[in-house]
């Protein structure tokens, strides 16, 4: 009563008209609606499936991009219609509305791109199941990647709404998930709110705002917003459809490999996975990004896979608005130039703001929030030599032994002949952590490809680390080996009593580290230090910072308590080429021969 007492003296007495509110975008189903229970579910008029003579060789239309990943699926029987593509692009346009900014109760439409390379796919492309005897959607993954305000959450809310509704699927569940509740709750708030702007979506729904819950009764279907913290997927009910959020923050394997098995009984699930660039090269999402870009020039094949990432290249000028457009897809529509230019004249005169730039509104992935090497300098520096190569080659070590579980490594540093310094990494861990799938690297796969020792048990087997040290350092006939006294005091002594390698403590400050670190950086600016390409030494320098002190002195610091990246090899390499460097002098005839006067 208080209500329509409030709507009348706005109105002048008069109470506003179910027909004002949905003009207005101010309709709700509890408020000015017929009961739920009296209305039935939405009638998608899907259309029906072409006879198999015509499913041969459908393509996409002429102007549609064609990946090669497109070519392969065409010849393996694969199949286009457009039909099907278009139902998905008039959902959207009937019954989504924008509920934000100057778009703010226009229909849906998608952008030329949106539609070509994301959506049109998505639900245009088919493949003929012989197990189910029915055509069904070729894509079962997703993975895109944009720079920051190109609509990443508006199409996930999209995807899942349609699954909801659209699909026409019983007791469908849809997820929007992501590494926190809040998180997800951004791509649901968009599906709620499209919701309730749409007088048919409302009337047929019940929502829980405050359990981020929507509930669609006609077809038992559900889509609630939920961390990725694996306790949605693994059990209960199979999914339908999954929205990720922010992939690139997701830390470890085990919440997305979970994800994997909670499609089973569906048959046409869709993992529909949202980011922008990030820094961990070992991550889940780097692996989805390298994925995307494999399969669709063909490298790779795995038809059920679509990807599209837009992205300016390293070496683009980033104050060049011709590189605003090529990587953000939106430019123009959403993204505005004047708004990239005010960002960027925000952001140029700090380098840490450039970093930023280029990582969030350019989608350029970086190696760290504060990187201290650039990367590809240090791949630059990569070399194909093997252990054998450096036999009698003049060298120095170190060994930084871990607390209990973490990585245990020796690296030796080779005064070469020809004048560079080359490195020789090793690395060991407990068994149960290269099983922990909460960590951000794929240890398992290093493991398998020889560049890791797994100890048996939970905890670091001092004893294997310790005979496979004295064997390196005798093989290369290492001159001396630097360690930290505070928790390899005892190891180490053992392994200079049997091979006679003299140890060197080295404490771990800043007066020991700061001539070894500026060393390290400067042989790897100029080309001066070569390295193996081995993965895990690779891994660790994408995201090792350094601290520095008042007088410009710097040295590694180590990620903090908790954070699955690590940087040991780093350290280990900085402490072996402080020892090189208090070697004595090379003699000169070992570099040239004798000069004749």
């Known amino acids: 009563m208080a209500t329509e007492i409030k709507e009348k003296r706005k109105r002048g007495g008069q109470r506003k008209s179910v027909e004002h509110h949905k003009r207005a975008g101010t309709y709700r189903r509890d408020r000015h609606g017929i009961p739920l229970e009296a209305m039935g579910p939405l009638e998608p008029a899907k259309p029906k499936h072409l006879p198999e003579s015509k499913r041969r060789g459908a393509r996409p239309p002429e102007d549609w991009p064609i990946t090669k990943a497109d070519e392969l699926a065409l010849e393996a029987g694969y199949w286009f219609d457009i039909r099907f593509a278009e139902h998905f692009r008039d959902f959207c346009r009937k019954y989504l509305r924008h509920w934000e900014g100057r778009w703010r109760g226009d229909p849906f439409e ?43 959450s508006p199409m996930g809310a999209a995807v899942g709404t349609y699954a909801l509704y659209g699909d026409g699927e019983g007791g469908a569940l849809v997820l929007s998930i992501a590494t926190t509740k809040q998180q997800a709750n951004i791509v649901h708030r968009h599906a709620i709110k499209y919701v309730r702007v749409s007088p048919d979506l409302c009337d047929r729904s019940k929502i829980l705002e405050h359990q981020s819950v929507i509930r669609y009764p006609a077809l038992d279907g559900t889509y609630a917003a939920v961390p990725s913290d694996g306790t949605a997927t693994n059990e209960g009910p199979q999914v339908s459809c999954l929205v990720a959020d922010e992939l690139h923050v997701w830390k470890g394997r085990q919440q997305w490999e979970e994800l994997r098995w909670s499609f089973a ?24 990004h390298d994925k995307a870009l494999r399969v669709a020039s063909g490298q790779s094949v795995d038809h059920s896979f679509l990807g599209y990432v837009a992205a300016a290249d390293d070496d683009d000028d980033p104050s060049d608005p011709a590189v605003w457009r090529k990587a953000n897809p939106s430019y123009g529509t959403i993204i505005l130039e004047s708004e990239m230019r005010s960002s960027w004249e925000a952001a140029k005169d700090s380098p840490s703001e450039v970093e930023a730039f280029k990582r969030y509104r350019l989608n350029i992935w970086r190696t760290s929030e504060s990187p201290w090497l650039p990367y590809d300098k240090w791949v630059a520096c990569g070399e194909d030599y093997t252990v054998d190569d450096l036999i ?64 048996p048990g939970d905890v670091v087997d001092y004893n294997i680390v310790e005979e496979d040290v004295r064997e390196i350092v005798e093989r290369f006939q290492c ?85 699955t990246r690590k940087v040991d090899g780093v350290v280990c390499s900085v402490m072996s080429l402080s020892m090189l460097g208090e070697s004595e002098p090379r003699c000169i005839y070992e570099t040239r021969g004798p000069v004749v006067v």
């Open 110 to 152: 998608l952008q030329d791109w949106q539609w070509k390379h994301v959506f049109g796919p998505l639900y245009g492309w088919f493949r003929y199941d012989k197990e189910l005897g029915r055509p069904v959607r070729r894509f079962r993954m997703v993975y895109i990647e944009l720079p920051k305000k190109n609509g990443k």
């Open 265 to 288: 009984g569906r048959t046409e699930p869709i993992l529909f996975s949202i980011t922008t660039a990030g820094d961990d090269f070992q991550s889940v999402c780097r692996e989805q």
């Open 392 to 455: 009698g080659e003049r060298c120095c070590g170190a060994l930084d032994v871990s607390t209990v579980r973490d990585f245990t490594a020796f690296v030796l540093a080779f005064d070469c002949a020809d004048g560079k310094v080359r490195l020789l990494p090793w690395f060991w861990l407990p068994e149960a952590e290269v099983e922990n799938k909460t960590r951000s690297g794929d240890f398992r796969i290093w493991r398998q490809h020889g560049l890791l020792k797994a100890t």
């Open 479 to 563: 001159e001396k080996f630097a360690y930290d006294p505070w928790n390899a005091e005892v190891i180490t002594a053992r392994i200079e009593e049997a091979t006679g390698v003299k140890r060197i403590e080295f404490r771990q400050g800043m007066a020991t580290f700061a001539e070894p670190t500026k060393r390290f950086e400067k042989l790897v600016c100029s080309g001066g230090l070569a390295h193996p390409r081995h993965e895990i030494l690779d891994w660790m320098i994408q995201h090792c910072a350094v601290e520095t002190d008042k007088n410009g002195n710097i040295r590694p610091i180590k990620p903090k308590a908790g954070d």
